[in-house]
């Protein structure tokens, strides 16, 4: 099941917003997203992104902004004139529709019937493993196979764009790995633009193409989940890609793109991330597994500690009160005092907020 | 919107075009969906609150006199204003016994298994209507009824009593539709009650009685309190059995039969109307009174603190 | 639960249990006496009828145009009933799914006419009824009888439609369903359990409604229970047989409906509402 007859669109939102009095749930969102890409919109509940993706599927209208699919303006059409597919967080099977009926559902509005209908039905439910289970009702069914037929729903159709609201969230957590590659092959093998909303970093870092991180309404980066991973352009970014440390302090010493950031008396070495000048507030962003043991690192007094398999993690309290996370290869001792560093590309400085 | 006032610039794109109407409408709650309202509360609007307040008017537009002239007719004529006694003697009683047997027997009942043999049974003189109820109480509490008889055979009195025709009768006829109706609003209630909430107060040492009184109690009184409201309301608007099983000229002229003589049988619409709302009146005073004893009590969740 | 075995929390279940066992004695004795009086020949004195006849059916047929009476009862149960609800379901589902400004007060306006009793309102709006030349006619019955139901239905339905994930409308919405067949295919199947529920109670109520239906019915626009009232108003004119029999007709009317209601609802439903049913 390809969409190869038909080359796949680009799906471009310029300005998208969403806003009433004082509350701003979308505030002029602009991403072209390439036909047949795996979009991850990624940020913490509130953030716009679910808002972002009822506005794509025509469920919430626009207080602002267009929506293009190849030359078409499709954000004045219904829902259902759009026709894309959908993957909801809830599921949101017909209750009373057998398995067979709700995949078909899509078809049925299309006026599709009969022989071509059913092999239809029959092909998505084999791509999503379902075959043997046509005939039962959604109540009879464990939620992982509930997914399941949501996907087959929302593919039979052979959408340009498949929108999923984080639907891996009502999974447990072995489930949830399964179905991540899951959804990406069937991703691969459909060929349509999938856009594809949570806030699980783990999720979008390993199925998407590109991922978008948003905050309060706003896009904060754009990129590869390299990109993402390695190079975070903004605190908030960080923060959601692990980097659990912010120490704040000072920028003592700019050159290029290194900076040294002096906390609690320490200079601390680091890789800019965006414009800080001499002397002004800086934060230094740093993974919990890279801020390890050194000789002359910050001074910190243990306060917790945990053995994680062939590691140590804990938490321990610099001087300013700040808490730390660290990593530990040796057993520490609760009330060790420790020094604590980390290797200068491992260490991202930022712009601080003004004292 | 706050910013509206504030004069801009003529914006450089399509971006900060002002939502169509519809858009705006929609979020405050307002487009095609909601509309689906309007049949039926226009219906009841036309059939509920226009009667209602033309009634209002009507009652202010005496055959003769001021505008007052009904309402003061009413309260100086003995045969009119008596009526509202004679309602409250009846419907007050019955309210309250009606409660006071609900709420042990709700009780006892939540914990049964099978409710549902002694719910429909209950059910019946709701759902048979007080006409039915007026009938067979004629018969069964009759001086040749079954109640009789059997009073006398078990040597309780040693002659028939007079049961219908009277106080008695209308009274008997309130209890046998007022009692199941009172217990099946207070069941419901009841059934919320989170069992563990008694274990742990008995685990703590209270005893039966205290159990009722310091935890359950406390718990159904606002229900209670709505219970009460609707019934009472019920045993006011007392009609067919207070004129076919008491003595509608005497002690069972109850309120409903003076508004009614009067808009059937003096075709003096304008007093009808009058009495009608001095009836709502009376109705809603009663009803405000115990609603805001109400408001005074816990009315949280019943079902635990968790969730 | 707590089980006492003290002496005294025995006698007060004891106690309990009697009152309950009295008050259901007394009820069915009630309703038998109605029954066995409609089949007796003669009945005065004695614990039982001397003789058993059904000759009492056919005089009370043909006494009372039972016949007339029971066709306007359906017309009206039947017109009150649909109109109830197709007004009140597409109105619960507004209230359901949308929140607008004077929700609260249009809740409260459904509320009132459930609160107030009947003949508080029923006698302003047979007045109304009467000056619009309605009163007397089967329509004026069918208007008066929609104040208590369209609100039921509406009360009956809010709850139900709430627990319909608003997500399944949209998914539908999605994967192409119009208005149309957005209703046909998917809210009406799941809506059907609640609405035939709802409908049932509705049409018991109706059958029962004396108080409405006698404030605005005419000669020829009775319904059942209306017949019944004027037959034992006027006791004494007619065998007390006769009144009876009528009124076991009337009983099974009300109860083939009763028992097909009960198989969807429970009898707690029928005075509360299903949320609080829901809620334990």
Redo the contacts between chains.
Sequence with gaps: MTLSDRAPQDLCL??L?RR???MTALD?LDLTIRGGEFVALLGPSGCGKSTALNCI???L??????IHLGERRIDRL???E?????V???Y?????MNVAKNVG??L???GIKGEAAARRVEDALALVRLQSQAGKLPGQMSGGQQQRVAIA?AIV?EPPVV?MDEPLSNLDAKLRLEMRAEIRRIHDAIGSTTIYVTHDQDEALSMADRIVVMRDGRIRQVGTPEDLYERPAHPDVADFMGFRNRLHGRAVAVDGDRAEVEICGTRLAGTLREAVSPGAPAVAAIRPEDLTLAADGLPARVASVEYRGRAFFGTAVAQDGTELFFRSDRAVAQDELLHLAAASPRVLVFPGEAA | MTSASLPKAAPASGRDEAPPLSVRLAARGLDGTTLLVLPAFLAILGLFVYPFAYGLVLSVQPKAGAWWANYARFFADPFLSDTIAATLRLALPVTVLNLVLAVPIALRVRLMRHQRLLTTILVLPITLGTVLVAEGLLNFLGPQGWFNRVLVWLGVIGSPLKLTNNYGGVFASLLITGFPFAFLLTLSSVTGIDPALEQAAAAHGANAWQRFTRVILPLILPGLAVTFCLSFVQAFSVFPSAVLLGAPAGATRVISIAAYQAAFEDYDYSLASAIAMIMGAVQLAIVAAVLWGRSLLYTGPVGGTKG | MIRDTGPGSRLWRMAVWAVTLLFCLNLLAMIAAVVLNSFATRWLGTWLPLGFTTRWYAASWDEFQLGDVLVVTLQVVFLVVLVSGLLGVTAAYALARRDFPGKRLVMLVFLLPLLVPPITYGIPLATVLYRAGLAGTLWGVVLANLVPSIPFVVLVMIPFIEQIDPRIEAAARVFGAGTGQLFLRVLLPLLIPGILAALLLVLVRTIAMFELTFLVAGPTSQTLVVALYYAVFAAGVRAGQSIDAMAVVYMAVTLVWLVIALRFVNPTQIVARAKQQGAS
Aim: aromatic fraction near 12%; proline fraction near 8%.
């Design positions: 310029s300005g917003s009433f009095g004082a002029g599927a025509g469920l209208p626009l207080t602002g902004g267009s219904k829902p259902e759009r026709g894309f597919g959908m909801f967080q809830s949101a099977l017909f209750p009373h559902f899509g049925a509005m299309r729903r159709i929108l």
